[in-house]
């Protein structure tokens, strides 16, 4: 079984989130994606609604879709969570599955910086998808990509070829993937809901009652 490992913190959970995943869904042919909201992050975020918000408006958001999962992995651990960690743990509850670890062009820049980044490489596949904002090109300076052409990278900016597979560890394979550019951000979101502005077509209406329900990010 190939398993789609799509982590975040969800702060809402909007289309954007939900139609990149869908993408990558279908190019990897994945049997299954599952969402991971984060638990306590190692970053201060002063406006992070609570956890099992968080995975509630995941769980309202997928509902419907077969292939897609929610997991209370990292809500549910003790102290501070790590990817690291979080890819140990499931490739054990998984045993013979392959797990296909999703990530934007700017967490993957930032990926020197977390905790023991090698052997995750290790661990997992890894997915890096198009970001508004950042560009392929922007990995040419990558340690990990070595072996990647900045021509390869300049056609994926392009559009020419939607999907590239390079070797980013002697045990896993790592994948660049092209996906819908929808400029959403749960930033704008939370200041919209803040301003008392509307969010339709944002996210799923299922979310949004339930921010509305439970007063959040106001």
């Known amino acids: 079984m190939k398993i789609g490992i799509y982590g975040g ?14 993408e990558v869904f279908d190019t990897l042919q994945l049997d299954k994606i599952l ?18 918000h968080r995975h509630e ?3 309202r958001a997928i509902k419907g879709n077969r292939g897609f999962e929610v997991s209370d992995i990292e809500i549910s651990r003790r102290g501070r969570s790590y990817t690291v960690d979080t890819i140990k ?3 054990g509850l998984h045993r013979g599955c ?7 062009i700017d967490a993957f820049l930032d990926l020197p910086g977390w905790k ?9 596949h890894v997915v890096v998808i ?3 904002g950042n560009t392929f090109a922007d990995l040419s300076t990558s340690s990990y990509l070595q072996r990647v052409q900045k021509k390869t990278l300049r056609e994926l900016d392009k559009g020419i ?18 996906v819908t550019a929808l400029d959403i951000s749960a930033s704008l979101i939370r200041r919209l809901l803040a301003a008392g502005g509307k969010v339709k077509y944002l996210l799923p209406d299922s979310v949004n009652s339930y921010i509305i329900s439970n007063k959040l990010y106001k």
């Open 161 to 178: 070829i939607p999907m590239v597979s390079f070797d980013i560890s002697g045990k896993q394979e790592g994948y660049f993937c092209n």
């Open 116 to 124: 023991d980044p090698d052997t995750l490489l290790d661990l997992a």
């Open 89 to 91: 743990k499931l490739n």
């Open 35 to 52: 969402f991971i909201p984060a638990g306590k992050t190692p970053f201060n975020k002063p406006d992070l609604a609570g956890a099992h």
């Open 9 to 22: 913190t969800f702060n809402p959970v909007h289309y954007g989130h939900l139609r990149t995943a869908q």
């Open 57 to 59: 408006m995941v769980k």
């Open 130 to 132: 198009s970001r508004p």
């Open 98 to 104: 392959q797990l296909f670890f999703i990530l934007g």
